[in-house]
């Protein structure tokens, strides 16, 4: 893959592009955290938290690693095929530029300039898991009363900066935040307080319907 070359990414249907410049064909190999990383990608398959449209799955999921983060690819199927080797490590992102630096032979999934802000924000953040529940949107309110999480002000076209940047500052403190028109963003200290927390929301949402 040319270093420099350009990505087109699609994920809901959505179409993107940024300059992913490729710095080793290899991931770097983070044997404990990758596993529970495609543990969970299973688990959102499973729990209806990254459905698949137009042949993906709707949802990335990331773990901070000293370098910067590692995310699912680009129009992945999160409950197959994956391992550490279909994996992205992204050690470094220029958001103006939309220009991502990565180690791994795939594109990185079209939202991670989500995730850098966050984790820029929130050093106390291992974990960022970004899924897609209708239910979740329709019941915003009550999450957000129920789980003390935040929601966004309006719906903004993802894969922006602009909608990085909100997303993060609605985020703050918080460790939900629902993104109007676009899904819910979990974080956590762990990679299972993110997915806990993701199912425990989604669980409630579902009671909502009874």
């Known amino acids: 893959m040319d270093d420099a070359t350009a990505s087109e990414n699609r994920e809901c249907g959505v179409r993107h ?7 080793d064909l290899r991931p770097n190999y983070y044997p404990d955290d990758a596993a529970k990383l495609v543990e969970w990608c299973a688990a959102f398959d499973l729990e209806g938290l990254a459905p698949v449209l137009g042949g993906a799955s709707a949802g990335n999921l990331s ?9 699912t ?3 992945s199927r999160l409950k197959s095929g994956l391992d550490w080797r279909t994996l992205v490590e992204v ?3 220029d958001l103006r530029a939309f220009e991502i630096h990565v180690l791994g032979d795939r594109a990185p999934s079209s939202d991670s ?3 850098g802000p966050i984790y820029a ?3 106390d953040v291992k974990a960022v898991f970004h899924g897609h529940d209708d239910l979740v949107l329709k019941h915003a309110d ?4 129920r789980f003390d999480a935040a929601v ?4 903004t076209l993802f894969g922006t900066l602009r909608d990085a940047e909100e997303t993060a500052r609605a985020l703050g403190s918080k460790n939900y935040v629902v993104r109007k028109g676009h899904g819910f963003v979990a974080v956590g200290r762990t990679l299972d307080d993110a997915g806990r927390l993701a199912v425990e929301v989604r669980r409630f949402a579902l009671s909502l319907e009874k």
């Open 17 to 23: 592009r940024f300059a992913v410049r490729t710095r």
């Open 63 to 71: 773990f901070r690693t000293a370098a910067g983060y590692v995310i």
């Open 73 to 75: 690819p680009t129009r």
């Open 91 to 93: 050690v470094r992102e």
């Open 113 to 115: 300039f989500l995730h």
């Open 121 to 123: 924000a929130r050093p």
């Open 142 to 145: 009550a999450i957000s009363r």
């Open 152 to 155: 966004t002000p309006e719906a």
